[in-house]
Structures are given as structure tokens and as C-alpha cells.
């Protein structure tokens, strides 16, 4: 009866060691799974196609970085401290501070510009031949003036270009033209500006002039965005551009000032061109999506 008693025993602790060995091995199994559900879950790139597009720094001359090398932004060691992934939240991440500037501003930037022709900029897009551009982004920080404001940055422009026969008829020793539209974050607001014609009986040879555009008024969409993530589409077609405010507010421009513009060249810019030369003043855009078409 003892020896029966004993076995039993003995052979009852086998058994619970045995359940208690597997209990914990399917223990070590969930946890490495859910480490790789988190892992998997976590990790976001942002949904951005950058074959047409260059970047200019706030660095250098300034420097800028054109595909294919664009490509490779993430292990650039030029690229990294000014455009950069947020990997957690899917996001190309848009850096800047005053610094360099390009020949016609005094402003700097980490900004994004069309290339149609990977790595040239010689091909560009009329009015007529249209064009759309839209993104889903968010202000993530930025700096604040002596006043306590804070400092406003561009998001996205139009820029307008000459051709070089336009830029030989009126003497340049460049094919820049003025942009024709910027969108702002604007103390937590979007703002739109756009250019005029300052004399509407101005030939075609002195539309071509810099100084023949200047601004318009401006105009402010209702919506506060603050720091929250917005989407902005800019839509252009002949004689008419319209801008576009989470699919909720727009503004459309088709008057004679559009129909005269007809004449320059364009391509899209989006990214961070931060509006302040103040010293310790910076911003940081998130941009989570960017699509051109034509």
C-alpha cells in the first residue's frame, strides 16, 4: 500500500512538471507573436512617390538633392537631419531653420520640387495642359516670434517659369518667373496667395517681367487646422486654379489675371519654406500622402 501510494505520487509530480514546462513554452510563443503583430503594426512609411521631385536644404548653396539620389533619402547623411521618415506615424518629415537661401528670396527651406523629367528641370506644364496636386500633412512644431506668434511657413506653391527664348526677350540670365501661388500655414490657419497683374493693358512681352505681378489680398479658409493632420489639393486647368481644403472649402480663381498667366511655364512645390529669417526659428511638416498628375 506504501509503495503504491509512493508511485503514485511520484508519477502526479511528473506530470504537473510536464504541464507546467509546456504552459510556459506556449507563454514564450504568444509573446514573441504579439512582438511581431506590434512590430508589424508600428512601423509606416509615408505613401510618397519622390521619382519627380527634388529637394532643396537649408544648407550649402543652397544644396539640392535630385533623383536618383533622392531615392535613397533615408541613409542619405546630407538628406537625414532635414527630410526624414516618422516611421510610426507614416510620415515624411519636412525640416528647416534659417539658413541658405536660393538667388531670388531670403527665405530658406526643405522643399519639394516637380521634376517631370527625373533630374531636369527643363520640362515643365502650362494652364492649358493643366495639372493636380494634393496631400494629406500636418504642422508638427515650429518656432515662435518676439511676440509670442507663430512663425507662418509655405506648404505648397505654383511656381512659374520662363523658357529660354522668353528669358532672351526680356534680357534674363535666368528662367525664373514669379510664383503664381502659395498656400501657407498661417497661424493654424491655410492661407492662399496669388498673383495679379498690376497693369491689365501690359504687352506680352512685359507680362514676362518679374515686376510686372504683384500680390493679391489673400484669403484665409474658415477652417482652424492647427497642429491637426488637413488635406490640401490644388486643382489648375486652362484660365482656372482652384484650391481645396479637406474636400470641405475651396477658392477658385478664373478671372484675367489667371487667362494672362497662361503664357508661363509651372510645376508644383510643396514641403516646408519657412517665412522668417528670426534667429532660432524653425518648423517641422509631416507630409503622410503627395500626388501630382497631369
Not at 184 to 195: A, S
Not at 204 to 229: A, Q, R
Amino acid at each position: 500500500m506504501v509503495l503504491f501510494l509512493g508511485i503514485f505520487t511520484f508519477t502526479m509530480v511528473v506530470c504537473c512538471e510536464s504541464n507546467s514546462d509546456e504552459i510556459i513554452i506556449d507563454d514564450v510563443q504568444e509573446e514573441e507573436e504579439e512582438e511581431e503583430i506590434v512590430e508589424e503594426t508600428t512601423y509606416k512609411l509615408p505613401n510618397i512617390d519622390l521619382n519627380n521631385w527634388k529637394v532643396t536644404l537649408p544648407i550649402g548653396n543652397p544644396t539640392e538633392v535630385k533623383p536618383p539620389e533622392i531615392l535613397n533619402y533615408a541613409t542619405n547623411e546630407t538628406l537625414k537631419p532635414f527630410f526624414y521618415n516618422d516611421s510610426i506615424n507614416g510620415a515624411l518629415v519636412f525640416y528647416t531653420y534659417p539658413g541658405a537661401s536660393t538667388a531670388n528670396s531670403s527665405y530658406s527651406r526643405t522643399e519639394l520640387r516637380e521634376q517631370m523629367v527625373p533630374g531636369s528641370n527643363n520640362t515643365n506644364w502650362t494652364f492649358e495642359q493643366g495639372g493636380n496636386m494634393k496631400g494629406v500633412l500636418q504642422m508638427d512644431e515650429v518656432s515662435k516670434d518676439a511676440d509670442g506668434k507663430y512663425h507662418r511657413t509655405i506648404i505648397m506653391q505654383i511656381h512659374g517659369r520662363l523658357t529660354d527664348a522668353q528669358r532672351d526677350l526680356i534680357g534674363e540670365d535666368d528662367n525664373n518667373a514669379p510664383p503664381m501661388l502659395k498656400v501657407y500655414w498661417n497661424y493654424g490657419k491655410v492661407r492662399v496667395k496669388t498673383k495679379v497683374l498690376k497693369d491689365l493693358n501690359a504687352s506680352e512681352t512685359e507680362i514676362l517681367k518679374t515686376d510686372s505681378w504683384g500680390d493679391d489680398e489673400g484669403f484665409n479658409f474658415e477652417e482652424y487646422v492647427g497642429f491637426d493632420k488637413f488635406k490640401l489639393e490644388v486643382r489648375v486647368e486652362k484660365n482656372r486654379m482652384e484650391v481645396v481644403l479637406n474636400d470641405n472649402e475651396s477658392v477658385v480663381y478664373n478671372d484675367i489675371h489667371i487667362q494672362k498667366w497662361g503664357v508661363f511655364e509651372n510645376y508644383f512645390k510643396a514641403g516646408n519654406y519657412l517665412s522668417t529669417t528670426d534667429e532660432g526659428a524653425f518648423a517641422r511638416i509631416k507630409y503622410y500622402e503627395l500626388e501630382v498628375n497631369h
